[in-house]
């Protein structure tokens, strides 16, 4: 049987949308794991205390989404870490978290 080129491997990943299928092939080796975390274009955050970790995992996101009013060090993390970024949604952040948010900028 014939190895899979990373380009080849990558492609097909960039097919799988169900985050299921996508956890599944991850785990199929280190890899796969890898090719994963480099095709992934979106994630959505919902504890930061991880957040250098994943963004380190996840180098090509294009849309990031929090629900978690993030601090100024988090937001620039977020922009040295993910130069192709296109999106970044906050949401369910309620008003009063918005003007604090405002207020630290």
């Not at 169900?18 to 979106?42: F, H, I, N, T």
């Not at 977020?78 to 948010?101: N, R």
Request: charged share 20%; proline share 4%; net charge neutral.
């Amino acid at each position: 049987m014939n190895r899979i080129g990373a380009d080849e491997l990558g492609q097909i990943l960039r097919l799988v949308t169900d985050p299921a299928d996508r956890k599944s092939a991850s785990q199929v080796c280190k890899g796969w794991w890898v090719m994963e975390g480099l095709s992934r274009s979106s994630l959505r955050v919902l504890n930061l205390d991880h957040l250098p970790q994943l963004l380190a995992r996840y180098p090509n996101l294009t849309t990031f989404e929090t629900s978690q009013l993030l601090c100024i060090a988090d937001l620039a993390l977020v922009a040295q870490s993910c130069p192709k970024l296109e999106a970044f949604i906050l949401d369910h952040i309620s008003l009063a978290e918005a003007g604090s948010f405002a207020r630290l900028i």
